[in-house]
Each structure stands twice: as structure tokens, then as C-alpha cells.
Nanobody, 126 residues
């Protein structure tokens, strides 16, 4: 497993942008796919998107396609979630998670995410 710490959350107006970061400790980060999830108050956690270990494959939930982009810098042990055109319904606690399977080529919501961060709050005002 890896230890994950998210940052970059905050309050933003609708239409604005934020970039979340997730920094990992441990030597296997560069071999693991990474995912982003979110949970709004009173709702279940939902998958936002994921990126494979090399950055060559990404997968996004339909509701963020064209607005959110996931990238990674393996030299910095960090994965990013760039969020543009934010909407009030994007308000949630955002988590990153690491895939338990090493070197998975194709990511999906069904990857074996077994390490989780504590989350960073994103609030979008209307």
C-alpha cells in the first residue's frame, strides 16, 4: 500500500477552476494506477476518473468528461485532478486512491483501489 495526501481543495465560484493534488509516499507509486473519487453530503461515494501507472490511459465518469483532466508526475509521486467549468453539483469531498494491482494498463471504476487519502473539500458556489 501507499500513503496518500490530497491538497488543493477550496471554495470557488461556478465556472471557475481548481487543481487538486495527491502526493504519495512509498516506492511503488510509479507502478500503480490512481483514481479520483468524490462524496457529497448525504450521497454515496462516486468515481470521478482514473489514470494508469504510465499516464498513457485515462478513464472518466460521464459527468466530468470535457471538464476534468487527470495527469501524473511520477518523478514527484503526485497525481493531479484539473477541474474546469465547475458547477455547484461538483461540491464534494474529493479523494484519491491507489490501485492495488501493479502495472495495470487500462483503468476503470472496477480497479482494485486499496489505498485512500483523507480527502480535500471542494465547494462550488452558485
Amino acid at each position: 500500500q501507499v500513503q496518500l495526501v490530497e491538497s488543493g481543495g477550496g471554495l470557488v465560484q461556478a465556472g471557475g477552476s481548481l487543481r487538486l493534488s495527491c502526493t504519495a509516499s512509498g516506492r511503488t507509486f510509479s507502478s500503480r494506477g490512481m483514481g479520483w473519487f468524490r462524496q457529497a453530503p448525504g450521497k454515496e461515494r462516486e468515481f470521478v476518473g482514473a489514470i494508469n501507472w504510465s499516464g498513457g490511459n485515462t478513464y472518466y465518469a460521464d459527468f466530468v468528461k470535457g471538464r476534468f483532466t487527470i495527469s501524473r508526475d511520477n518523478a514527484k509521486n503526485t497525481v493531479y485532478l484539473q477541474m474546469n467549468s465547475l458547477k455547484p453539483e461538483d461540491t464534494a469531498l474529493y479523494y484519491c486512491a491507489a490501485d492495488g494491482e501493479l502495472l495495470r494498463l487500462t483503468m476503470s471504476p472496477l480497479a482494485d483501489f486499496d489505498s485512500w487519502g483523507q480527502g480535500t473539500q471542494v465547494t462550488v458556489s452558485s
